[in-house]
T-cell receptor, first 111, second 117 residues
Framework: SQKIEQNSEALNIQEGKTATLTCNYT??????LQWYRQDPGRGPVFLLL?????KEKRKERLKVTFDTTLKQSLFHITASQPADSATYLC??????????FGQGTELSVKP | GAVVSQHPSWVICKSGTSVKIECRSL??????MFWYRQFPKQSLMLMAT?????????EQGVEKDKFLINHASLTLSTLTVTSAHPEDSSFYIC?????????????FGPGTRLTVL
């Protein structure tokens, strides 16, 4: 069956460290994968999109990798700050322009 | 730019009543809008895809007669939960995209918290 899996356990890190979140998928061949941030009681906010032919994408302190062989994407936040604390969702397109989301990983950055 | 609003932000209703939720794209024309539902600590689940001027496409397991979707203009889509029951209590989120391509970024609304008593 098709699955998108993110680490359901919350990730707790110290301010200034690099946070690394994982997104694994099975039985999909997505053309691209997206990462979103969601704060409690709010809708997701788009962060980054990476296409299947791209290995890595960067935006300020964010970096995303996409390994279509491993069927995995890694999301990194460098020099993390308490304001980065949120739930991070990965999403991919099975077809037809719609998105399927992982369950999200909650990140907590302690000062 | 690319702002999507939802109204209301929260609503409490009695079991058996109907509730309408509006989703508006404020600064762009949304060819396609999506409706999601999210239960606590769970992922967003796509309910339906709506294109302006045509019938919505519902995901498997979503009752189209219970969740009525109308996409009457390029800036407005509505979701009506008919004969709501406590199990319909959830966080409903819409998103909008200006294009029809799968590579278009979706812009999400802030969500509507529905509580059915």
């Amino acid at each position: 069956s098709q699955k998108i899996e993110q680490n359901s356990e919350a990730l707790n890190i110290q301010e200034g460290k690099t946070a690394t979140l994982t997104c694994n998928y099975t039985n999909y061949s997505p053309a691209y994968l997206q990462w979103y941030r969601q704060d409690p009681g709010r809708g997701p906010v788009f962060l980054l999109l990476i296409r299947e032919n791209e290995k890595e994408k960067r935006k300020e302190r964010l970096k995303v990798t996409f390994d279509t062989t491993l069927k995995q994407s890694l999301f990194h936040i460098t020099a993390s700050q308490p304001a980065d604390s949120a739930t991070y969702l990965c999403a991919l397109d099975p077809a037809g322009g719609k998105l399927i989301f992982g369950q999200g990983t909650e990140l907590s950055v302690k000062p | 730019g690319a702002v999507v609003s939802q109204h209301p932000s929260w609503v409490i209703c009695k079991s058996g009543t109907s509730v309408k939720i509006e989703c508006r794209s404020l600064d762009f024309q949304a060819t396609t809008m999506f409706w999601y539902r999210q239960f606590p600590k769970q992922s967003l689940m796509l309910m339906a895809t709506s294109n302006e001027g045509s019938k919505a496409t519902y995901e498997q397991g979503v009752e189209k007669d219970k969740f009525l979707i109308n996409h009457a203009s390029l800036t407005l889509s509505t979701l009506t939960v008919t004969s709501a029951h406590p199990e319909d209590s959830s966080f409903y989120i819409c998103s909008a995209t200006p294009g029809t391509s799968g590579l278009d970024t979706q812009y999400f609304g802030p969500g509507t918290r529905l509580t059915v008593l």
